[in-house]
């Protein structure tokens, strides 16, 4: 009972903390509530990470002994922090560029018993900007935003402290502590220090950079896994691509999506540069970089993540040549070749004509989403709670359906939103998408040529993850989906070019 207390007491605390640090107090000092933010979301994170700690280890800490090493190691890492964050201070690119090179590594470490793939690097990373940002006002530096806002701070905090508040009355407890300790509130601090950040730095350069250069990593070595049958981290995938037509490879992730997904962004980050930049030596530079991201998106057959590359090729077309001659382009494309594939395969036709070889397809994403909607009549206006949609999804199900259904972790971000959260989170989280695709492309038309394209860039690889998120999920759980949005909003955010010697 004191252990669920303290969690859903540290969730709430979690909530009210990013709500100080997003939304503005009248009669409140700017900084003043920013640090009230920082304490309070820090020491729930801390909380409720030591609330997943084995046994052993929170037995040891209430010891005497325990409690005064626990206090010098806070002590030792908030001094490593703070010198971390002067260095931040003294070079922000390069944290931008540490930034991209940390933003897909993942480490497999146990927690709870199970194996979770966590962004640890991440973390040390987040933490540092964070520290950087407090140094800046410990130091008083100039040009660092007191009070970095953004017109999706309301929207966000408001979504987020539902989220959190939802542990309270979550079917799963420790599912919600997961997703708070290691997605929500870390990359809650990382919109937080994105935002601020950025105008101090050549921060898409650095970014863009270092995202591309280790993508081509990343899809040389899935190329080579492809060749050789290797697998990395995921012994299930290994043993379905004994039993498959075809080699799915998964490079440096547990999942052949995410793979995609992550050379998807690069993909179109290199696209977009091209276009930026038209000339010869920039084309046949950027021609084997994309040749390779390619290919390492073809060996992890992720059809999600092409779907992506096809949302977000789409979105820099309608940018470029205008949305009317992209969309009738579009769908001439689209009837010529899926006509062409209906007519040649039987296969296809099947399955567009075969409700249940569509689920088979699908593999087993109409049960979820069925399983879904179902957990929400249950609890229609608050939800099953944050994390709550596994445990009630198995519930849920048959002896017969257990032992034949595989997968129970939904592959539909809106209908998990739906189900976990009620309608009140769904309105909210509905809220926040729209707000964003309307800030982001107001916002880019404002400011300079540049910086719109590239606030467009950022949108457009953000809509293709929320595509890629409705099949797969993890829109959330993936700091790109922060990074991108909080990017984006920082360069729409920009001076706008000089018209006539002042600003227009």
């Known amino acids: 009972m004191t252990v669920t207390v303290v969690r859903e007491a540290s969730a709430l605390v979690g909530a009210v903390g990013v709500l100080a640090l997003l939304v503005p107090i009248p009669g409140f000092p700017a900084t003043g509530r920013r640090v009230l933010g920082l304490v309070l979301v820090i020491g729930a994170w801390l909380t409720l990470a030591l609330g997943l700690a084995p046994a052993s280890v929170t037995d040891r800490l209430s010891t005497p002994f325990g409690i005064g090493a626990g206090g010098v190691a806070v002590a030792v890492g908030a001094a490593i922090a703070y010198g971390a964050g002067r260095l931040v201070l003294a070079r922000p690119t390069a944290w931008f560029v540490l930034l991209g090179l940390c933003l897909p ?87 937080v220090a994105v935002v601020a950040w950025w105008p101090r730095a050549r921060a898409l350069a650095a970014l863009a950079t270092s995202t591309v250069v280790l993508a081509t990593g990343v899809a040389l070595l899935a190329v080579v896994q492809y060749q050789a049958h290797w697998i990395f981290w995921n012994d299930r995938l290994e043993k379905a691509n004994v039993y498959s037509r075809f080699f799915r490879a998964n490079g440096i992730f547990f999942d052949p999506n995410i793979l995609g997904r992550y050379l998807v962004v690069a993909i179109i980050a290199v696209v977009a540069f091209a276009w930026l930049r038209p000339h010869m030596t920039t084309f046949l530079a950027a021609a084997p970089v994309i040749i390779v991201l390619c290919a390492g998106l073809a060996v992890s057959f992720s059809r999600s993540s092409c779907l992506m590359l096809m949302i977000g090729m789409g979105m820099l077309a309608a940018r470029a040549f205008g949305a009317r001659r992209t969309a009738t382009v579009g769908v001439i494309v689209a009837v010529a070749l899926g006509g062409a594939a209906v007519a040649a395969s039987g296969t296809i036709r099947g399955v567009l004509t075969d409700s249940s070889k569509l689920e088979n397809v699908s593999e087993g994403r109409f049960d979820l989403i069925r399983g879904g909607l179902e957990i929400w009549r249950t609890a229609p206006l608050q939800g099953a709670g944050l994390g709550g949609f596994e445990k009630k999804f198995s519930e849920n199900l048959t002896p017969t359906e257990q032992r034949k259904i595989r997968v129970v972790i939904s592959h539909n971000t809106p209908v998990t939103e739906l189900s976990e959260l009620g309608l009140i989170g769904f309105a909210l989280f509905l809220g926040l998408i729209v707000a964003t695709g309307r800030t982001i492309r107001r916002g880019s038309a404002r400011v300079a040529p540049d910086d719109g394209w590239a606030a467009w860039v950022l949108l457009a690889i953000i809509a293709g993850i929320f595509v890629h998120a409705t099949l797969y999920a993890a829109l959330f759980e993936d700091p790109f989906t922060w990074v991108l949005t909080a990017g984006a909003l920082a360069l729409c955010a920009a001076r706008r070019p000089l018209v006539g010697g002042a600003v227009a």
């Open 105 to 191: 590594l993942r480490i497999p470490v146990p927690i709870g018993g199970d194996q979770r793939n966590l962004l640890l690097p991440l973390y040390l990373l987040i933490i540092a900007g964070v520290s950087g940002w407090v140094a800046a006002r410990v130091l008083g530096r100039a040009g660092v935003d007191d009070d970095p806002r953004t017109p999706l701070d309301i929207p966000l905090a408001v979504f987020f402290a539902f989220a959190a508040a939802s542990t309270i009355w979550s079917a799963d407890q420790k599912e919600a502590t997961v997703k708070l300790v290691f997605f929500y509130i870390p990359f809650a601090l990382l919109f």
